[in-house]
């Protein structure tokens, strides 16, 4: 199945840590690194009371975390286009630093080219596609 | 249904605008307004040779677009909670900017709360649910 991006949608119920900012930046860490993908920007926001919203932008697309440690659960998200891992291989930072009692997962493919229109090549499942383009920031803003 | 937030993903397709950084800000900024949140922080990166990730972060959650000119498609999620307005009044502002031939619209509810240890009460259509913590940042980092 042709795609430009991948979108992992996670839902983590039983969690430790969700008050952490922290510990948000180092799940976007770590999963940036976990997924060999580029970072270009990465903010964590506490808010009052509790709760934490983490983003990492990065070349292949965005990861992010949002929690709510009156609920147990955190809700993330990695989007990726063309990048080198399995956007899965992030999951196990998650596993580790939050410790959810259950997780689950969705996999939605964002970008969907099996359309006759389209005469591109699909990502290579370990290294980046020629649908993606090169994602060099030309600028910050 | 009983949820901490509301997902939309958005597949746009047949696009117009899609290098520009300007559009992808006044895109955010402008669902910002339709959906009444309240901004923290924008950040639009422009890409090489073509292409534009910008995200909003709210104290709601966050909107994401990323675009592939190449392909004429851009990505967009809208993450709400407690939002004041349904998330798909941001639709509209896309369709205005984008112009796309075809939209795909997938509402994911995140954090489903219809699980027998949890009491809580569902977001309320039009005002903030005591289910969504005030998202008061307590620090902008």
């Not at 990048?83 to 969705?106: N, S, Y």
């Not at 970008?111 to 005469?119: A, I, K, M, R």
Request: hydrophobic share 40%; proline share 8%.
């Amino acid at each position: 199945m042709k795609a430009i991006g991948r979108h992992i949608i996670l839902e983590m119920w039983g969690c430790q840590n969700l008050d952490s900012v922290e510990t948000a930046e180092q799940a976007l860490r770590d999963m940036v690194a976990a997924l060999d993908v580029n970072l270009l920007d990465l903010r964590v926001y506490p808010f009052s009371p509790v709760g934490v919203t983490g983003m990492a932008i990065v070349s292949e697309s965005h990861l992010v975390i949002h929690t709510w440690p009156e609920h147990g659960y955190a809700a993330v998200d990695i989007f990726t286009c063309g990048a080198p891992r399995d956007p899965q291989a992030a999951v196990q930072v998650l596993r580790d630093l939050f410790q959810p009692e259950r997780i689950g997962v969705m996999e939605i493919n964002r970008g969907q080219l099996d359309l006759p229109e389209y005469e591109v090549e699909a990502p290579r499942p370990r290294g980046p596609s020629a649908a993606c383009r090169t994602r060099a920031p030309a600028y910050s803003g």
